[in-house]
């Protein structure tokens, strides 16, 4: 059985630390003295770097990080300017930026207009920002320069110089200072499960689960089982029953694919929670509670309505795929076959929701936090309900009110609602 997924961290666990800039400033340098590796390409013709190229990496103090090097903003023609639209878009996953002042170094006093407009759109976004005088090594002036930015973005810069490799442990400390409060230490299945509890995971090993592996969901979940010191047994859909019988007490939670939610609650004993591993992530990733909420729009829905389903992973349709055959099918047989359904996957999510009466989002298990929330952000300031494939299917099975929704650990934070217990 291949075990990569247990040892080895997702990049959606990892911090995503995004470096913005002009052409030719120095981000790609700066990612690979960071990295301590050529993980991106250097070049002095700007507009090298075309897409955002991403470096997982191990920092000290720090632990897992993804880098993300971006096209520079200051990009021209219209090329150009899908480059920039793909720089800016990286904002929504960005747990830290460090932003690059003073252009290439070619110019003593360079203007910093572009620059102060993208620190505006970070800081309206919330994003710890670092502001990075890079070249410092290279410029006439880089101390006179450094107070000037300073004075115009209300916090000093940091003079580095990544050729020489100066100034890099400045940049990580300056990463430290500002880690999100919550990174690395939300729980997937925050206080329904503790230590010494018994656990039932029922997986289904179907076409979407190929032979030898687990899906990422269920790898992480039993990790993180497993660190709480938590009783963990694994069964199949069709062996729940024999499973239940075998053990010398209830368990105290069950985890179950969505799918077979049905099934399962009607299985389960009555002193067992029961949730699914996409109800876990969506509320690890999002805003359970406003999935929970969101779900009553499906008895809105009418064969005039359109739903769109949004997938976080992009892999080839296959066949009783739950997103793009299960989900349709379950929501037409409730309002009709006249709905009309979009499907998006990947990062291919609209900027306009208006057309939707119900976003239904699968639980983003492939996205960090800071990007599934900035999706979930735009439904709500577009006023469109979003929900979750578990949450959906629960609720379309009449047994939303009986599966337990996860509520964060002692202290831990993020947006999760107390949780439904049956």
């Excluded at 590796?37 to 770097?49: H, K, L």
């Excluded at 892999?315 to 009783?320: D, F, R, W």
């Excluded at 599966?403 to 964060?408: C, I």
Aim: net charge neutral; glycine share 8%.
């Amino acid at each position: 059985m291949k075990v990569t997924s247990m040892t080895e961290t997702p990049n959606a666990n990892r911090l995503h630390i995004a470096l913005f800039g002009k052409r030719n400033s120095g981000k790609s340098s700066l990612v690979n003295a960071l990295t301590g590796q050529e993980a991106a390409v250097v070049s002095d013709t700007p507009g090298t770097t075309t897409d955002p190229v991403t470096k997982a990496m191990e920092i000290r103090g720090i632990g897992p990080c993804l880098f993300i090097d971006t096209p520079g903003f200051d990009d021209e023609g219209t090329l150009g300017e899908r480059r920039v639209e793909r720089a800016l878009r990286t904002m929504e996953r960005a747990d830290i930026a460090l932003l690059l002042c003073g252009g290439d170094g070619s110019a003593p006093q360079p203007d910093l207009a572009d620059e102060l407009d993208w620190y505006r759109q970070l800081r309206s976004r919330h994003i710890p920002t670092i502001l990075v005088l890079n070249k410092s090594d290279a410029r006439q002036d880089p101390s006179t320069l450094a107070t000037r930015i300073a004075e115009t973005f209300g916090t000093a810069p940091l003079s580095v110089s990544a050729k020489q490799g100066i100034g890099m442990e400045q940049i990580r400390q300056a990463i430290l200072e500002r880690l999100p409060e919550e990174f690395g230490r939300q729980s997937i299945t925050g206080a329904l499960a503790t230590e010494g509890d018994l656990v039932l995971l029922v997986m289904p090993q179907d076409i979407q689960a190929p032979k030898g592996r687990l899906i990422l969901p269920q790898a992480q979940t039993i990790r993180e089982l497993l660190d709480k010191k938590c009783l963990v047994m694994s069964c199949t859909t069709d062996k729940l029953a024999d499973s239940l019988r075998a053990l010398a007490r209830p368990p105290r939670l069950i985890i179950t694919d969505s799918q077979v939610f049905a099934t399962v609650y009607g299985l389960k004993p009555p002193e067992s929670l029961l949730t699914s591993f996409s109800i876990l992530f969506a509320a690890h990733k999002g805003d359970i509670g406003y999935y929970a909420e969101s779900a009553a729009a499906i008895d809105r829905l009418t064969e005039n309505s359109r739903v769109l389903i949004a997938e976080a992973c992009t892999h080839a349709p296959l066949a009783e795929d739950i997103g793009r055959v299960k989900l349709p099918r379950l929501l037409r047989q409730r309002v009709g076959q006249g709905l009309a359904i979009d499907i998006v996957s990947g990062t291919d999510f609209p900027a306009d929701l208006s057309p939707y009466q119900l976003v239904v989002h699968c639980g983003a298990c492939m996205f960090n936090r800071r990007y599934a929330l900035a999706r979930i952000g735009r439904a709500k300031e577009q006023g469109v309900p979003m929900t979750n494939y578990g949450v959906a299917i629960a609720y379309l099975n009449g047994i939303l009110d009986k599966v337990a929704l996860p509520r964060p650990l002692c202290g831990e934070p993020g947006p999760h609602r107390q949780g439904y217990t049956a």
